[in-house]
Each structure stands twice: as C-alpha cells, then as structure tokens.
C-alpha cells in the first residue's frame, strides 16, 4: 500500500499536472521508501501505515518527492541507470557495466535531505546476538 493518495500527490505537485500512472509511481516510491528505512520501528495499522501523524505526513511527503523524481527520470523501471551514452542519430545506446559510481541515482536527493532533517535515515537497526 502506498504512503500517499492520487489525491495528495495531485496536491503536492499543484500547479503541474499528475502524471496518468501516478498510482503506479506512488506504489514504487513506497517501495523504495521501505527499502531506505529497512530496520527502522514505528507502530503500524492494519495496512502497514504508520499510526503517529507526524510519521504519516512525513511518510506522505517522501513518497510524493520520490514519485515526482521517478517520473522526472522518465525511466519508471530503471532499465535505463545503467547508460553511460545515448545518441538519437542511428540509435547508438552504450551502458556501463555497472551502477555503482555511475549513472543516476534511482533515489531522489530530496527524498534523502528529507529523511536526514526528520531524524529518519540512515536507519541504525538493532542486530540480535
């Protein structure tokens, strides 16, 4: 389940239109959202949603910057990150044989600026044993 409504990321990006899969978009950045604070403890409702207001809205609006970045990139599966070069002329895609140090970051640094000033990341679990 995502962490923000159409209808809030449809707010949060007044006055630019929504994008058609803003849907789609909000679930992935809520993905990529539980994927950053992996280890992170906070109550949840039945949905998996944070019951503490001030967590929901800062949840809401990590989502939203997230979901605006991913279809910023124009490259909503990521299948893209990994080219270095591109030309339009005779079609000509070269791609780096890694990611790493390289290519563009699949998360917002907005998003990240957002976490740090919240207190939420880097998200330090407790290892048992």
Do not use: H
Not at 12 to 30: H, K, T
């Amino acid at each position: 389940m995502a962490y923000a409504t159409v209808e809030e990321f449809t707010d949060y990006l007044d006055p630019d239109p929504v994008p058609a899969n803003a849907s789609r978009l909000l679930g992935r950045a809520s993905t990529k959202l539980d994927k950053l604070l992996t280890g992170a403890v906070y109550k949840t409702d039945s949905d998996g949603l944070p019951t503490d207001p001030a967590l929901a809205a800062v949840f809401r609006e990590a989502v939203c910057i997230q979901a605006q970045y991913i279809d910023s990139l124009g490259d909503e599966t990521g299948a893209m990150a990994n080219v270095s070069q591109m030309e339009l002329g005779n079609q000509k895609i070269v791609r780096a044989l890694s990611v790493v140090g390289s290519g563009t970051s699949r998360v917002s640094p907005d998003l990240i600026d957002l976490l740090q000033t919240k207190g939420l990341w880097p998200v330090y679990p407790y290892t048992w044993g």
